[in-house]
């Protein structure tokens, strides 16, 4: 049985499979916020990893290693041309970008700073450490580019993923209610900055639905805010440490 953790097939076929479990609870909750596909998926494959290490006598960390990691690492790849793939709803639009450009860029740029102060004034009002803080200070970037940022200047790229999880599952989960109540479909280019930035490409999933303008808003601002983390984060953790 153990040959089986040994290829990352293990890890591919267990990210799938709860993933599937998730995204079928989900439709039977009638979208139930727990049960978002996403985050049943990551606390499932959790629960199952910390099972079978101990039923092997081995520790979770080096069972995840040696037997998840492998096919784990295969799957974020695709990470990466999945984020630049929203090239595609961007371009279909790009006579918005190119009118609101200006005003674009300036409200993801002041987003992202207001984002990073607020991050840093609630982490020290409930006494986080400082590590804690570095991981949460990339989680407004995609997960492909906010895990590398958050290694970088000393973060924890666990701590880092959860957040950045926890925020599309949020804004998946809640996509309806805030369009409804906060009536943000009125300024589909709003609506779309919006949902790009807090839930990154689930987000931007969602506003593809709202609409062919809300889309190419939402992949715009997954693309800038990840360039804008990029620059700013580092910066912004050697002048508050």
């Known amino acids: 049985m153990s040959v089986i953790f040994t290829t990352p097939f293990f890890g591919i076929c267990l990210s799938v499979v709860v993933y599937l479990i998730g995204q079928w609870l989900f439709k039977k909750s009638h979208g139930l916020f727990f049960f978002q596909p ?8 959790i629960v199952i990893l910390v099972v079978l290490a101990a039923l092997l006598g ?10 998840y990691k492998p096919g784990g690492d295969l799957i974020f790849w695709f990470l990466n041309p999945a ?4 090239a595609i709803p961007l371009y279909k639009r790009n006579d918005i970008i190119k009118k609101y450009w200006v005003e674009i860029l300036a409200a993801l740029i002041v987003g992202s700073v207001i984002s990073l102060t ?11 450490s400082k590590t804690a803080i570095e991981s949460l200070l990339p989680q407004a970037a ?6 590398p940022i958050s290694a970088s200047i000393g973060g924890n790229s666990a701590v880092t993923a959860m957040a950045c999880i926890l925020n599309a599952v949020i804004i998946y989960a809640l996509g309806d209610w805030l369009v409804k109540t906060f009536r943000l479909n009125s300024d ?8 790009g930035t807090s839930g990154h490409t689930i987000g931007s999933a969602y506003a593809l639905k709202l609409g ?9 601002a997954v693309v ?11 910066i912004f953790s050697k002048l508050i440490f």
Request: proline share 3%; glycine share 12%.
């Open 58 to 67: 081995k520790s979770t960390a080096s069972f995840y290693t040696t037997a």
């Open 118 to 128: 607020a991050i840093v004034g609630v982490s020290k009002l409930i006494g986080l």
């Open 83 to 86: 984020t630049i793939a929203f």
């Open 142 to 147: 995609t997960t492909a580019i906010a895990l």
């Open 224 to 234: 800038v805010i990840g360039v804008v983390i990029d620059l700013i984060v580092p």
């Open 38 to 45: 996403l985050f049943v998926a990551m606390v499932l494959g």
């Open 212 to 220: 062919s303008v809300q889309g190419s808003m939402a992949a715009i």
């Open 188 to 195: 589909p280019i709003g609506a779309g900055l919006g949902l």
